[in-house]
């Protein structure tokens, strides 16, 4: 009698099931199984407003004389706040920089003599959850560099979101759904039933960009996401 395929079969039974592959569900997870368990990752991504701004806007003015640079600066800041309260902006959000002077390089006076021997440098900065006002600042800017007499130097905007903590659980809930769901999927596909779980990781919390897989401090649309990992053992 050939005991020989029964003895394969019973080997090959022995060995139990390993695959990989991927499924699409509202992420791309990675499945693959060994020894009668399923790894696969859930993915959770929400859409977002920023909750906070913070613009500073840099302001120069360059003469011989700093004695005279200075009430300069003064005048400018004071116009940019006037704007800012128009636009809702507390005063208790609006913080204005130290003035500073700085001589110009000989350097460069000796290549050019009539250029102005000072700068004269300042700032104002704001920091708000009323994202709404900046944004309409920002939009405003060059009328400010008008009626500052040109002297806004530079702006720097900056939006972020600061409310994962109340998006943590829904959205943790959500990824582990859809590692389920994958799970779910492969099981189905390999005449199998999906048991309990063996074992969970939650991934770091990310914000994007909207449409981008970096973030960009100057985009107020942003995607929060979120990768679970989850274990599962296989049933026959």
């Known amino acids: 009698m050939n005991k020989a395929p029964s003895l394969i079969a019973a080997i090959v039974l022995g060995l139990g099931i390993s695959a990989c592959g991927y499924f699409v569900g509202d992420g791309v997870k990675h499945l693959k199984t060994n020894n009668r368990y ?15 701004a913070e613009l500073t806007i840099a302001i120069n003015f360059k003469g011989n004389v700093p004695g005279e640079l200075f009430p300069k600066l003064e005048d400018a800041q004071k116009k940019i706040v006037v704007e800012l309260n128009a636009q809702g902006i507390s005063s208790t959000e609006i913080n204005l920089g130290q003035w500073t002077s700085k001589r110009t390089d000989s350097f460069y006076l000796k290549d050019d003599p009539t250029m102005p021997r000072y700068n004269a440098d300042g700032s104002v900065t704001i920091k708000t959850h009323n994202v709404a006002a900046v944004e309409k600042v920002v939009a405003k800017l060059n009328e400010l560099q008008v009626a500052t007499d040109g002297a806004i130097a530079d702006s720097k905007i900056a939006y972020r979101f600061n409310g994962i903590g109340a998006l943590r659980a829904e959205m943790i809930a959500a990824a582990t759904k859809d590692a389920r769901n994958a799970a779910l999927q492969f099981a189905t596909d390999s005449g ?7 074992d969970a990781s939650q991934g770091v919390f990310q914000i994007f960009a909207s449409g981008s897989d970096e973030d960009d401090p100057t985009a107020i649309n942003k995607t929060v996401r979120v990768v679970t990992t989850v274990t599962y053992a296989l049933q026959d």
């Open 192 to 198: 199998s039933q999906v048991g309990s779980i063996s």
């Open 38 to 52: 399923v790894n696969v990752r859930g993915l959770s991504e929400k859409e977002v407003r920023a909750d906070t």
